[in-house]
């Protein structure tokens, strides 16, 4: 049976160090303790002036090239995961496809916000499984939200960062590695609590908007704390029920970076070690659609996997939109 298995992964941090100490100045009081005593966020990376989301996912591919020893033109298919794209149209994955010379690839923009990764992950899978001519698929999760903060809201800009992940999968038919299920769900009762709300058509960008700052990523509504917990610990279970392995037996769980403090809850919840979640936010701040992807290749070049072992991918974003699937690596 045609199944899909990742074989490579890369990921990019731009090269602007922001500390908290910066922010610190800017807002005239202190959020460095509080960050790092709740977030453990020290610094975050974000894009000089002349770098776009385009640019981060050139490097993010070309680090995954490297890795699976394939050129731009063996990809069938690219799929970007941004809410932060170059454009509102057209797609990001044009400009990316153009940039790297992917001249054989079909490519799309997918916007599930900050659970893209792993709805692209699940896409790509899809597309390998159902159609033969897909031999190479390549993923991308990208975020350039520095260009959305308003520096002056403390809520959001000192949480936020930019970067970029990627992976890319091929075809398999053996039983070591591969997809083994996934669980997409999504709450839209919330879609107005966070997002970026002027510059589209629901609110074109006028001069008042604008003035308002509602072209800027904006808190609007109090998530319930124990949402994420509850929601990621559920589909956890859910995945590994649907592909017949115990929860116990998760080697990796690459988790939305946004709270340290969630994800170890659900850790907590599903009886297994804190590290089994690594984190990355502590340096790169939360980097969206791109942190999963990040933590992951951090493990990957650590050597932190082996053949067989059994990962997961749980990522939550605005909307809401929650993502899980597993994989044997």
């Known amino acids: 049976m045609r199944n899909a298995k990742i074989i490579a992964t890369g990921s990019y941090n731009p090269p602007v160090i922001v500390p908290n100490s910066w922010f610190n100045e800017q807002l005239g009081e202190d959020v460095d303790t509080w960050l790092q005593e709740n977030l453990t966020i020290k610094n975050r990376r974000w894009m000089t002036e002349d770098q776009t989301t385009s640019d981060l996912c050139v490097e993010a591919a070309s680090q995954a090239l490297d890795m699976a020893g394939l050129k731009p033109e063996d990809i069938d298919l690219m799929i970007i995961s941004t809410d932060t794209p170059d454009f509102i149209s057209p797609s990001t994955a044009s400009v990316v496809q153009h940039k790297m010379n992917m001249t054989k690839a079909a490519t799309f923009d997918i916007n599930t916000a900050c ?123 859910s995945v590994a029920e649907q592909g017949g392995f115990d929860v116990a037996d998760i080697k990796r769980a ?38 999963i992807g990040m933590a992951f290749d951090q493990s990957v070049r650590n050597n932190e996997l082996s053949r067989g072992d059994i990962i997961v991918f749980m990522g939550s974003g605005g909307g809401l939109t929650f993502a899980c699937n597993a994989f044997r690596w």
């Open 115 to 237: 659970a893209g990764f792993v709805t692209a992950l699940e896409t790509a899978t899809n597309f390998i499984k159902g159609d033969t001519k897909y031999k190479y698929a390549l993923v991308i999760g990208a975020y350039a939200m520095s260009r959305f903060l308003d520096v002056k809201d403390k809520k959001t800009a000192t949480l936020f960062a930019d970067g970029a992940s990627a992976a890319i999968l091929t075809p398999t038919s053996d039983s070591v590695s591969g997809h083994l299920s996934s669980d997409l769900r999504t709450r839209g009762e919330y879609n107005d609590y966070m997002g970026i709300y002027c510059g589209a058509a629901a609110e074109p960008p006028t001069d008042e908007a604008l003035a308002a700052k509602r072209h800027k990523l904006q808190f609007v509504k109090k998530f319930p704390k124990e949402l994420n917990p509850i929601m990621w610990t559920d589909m956890i279970r």
């Open 254 to 291: 690459f988790m939305t970076q946004i709270n340290i403090n969630q994800i170890w809850e659900t850790m907590d919840n599903l009886g297994l070690p804190r590290e089994t979640a690594p984190a990355i936010m502590s340096e790169l701040g939360y980097t969206g659609s791109a942190a």
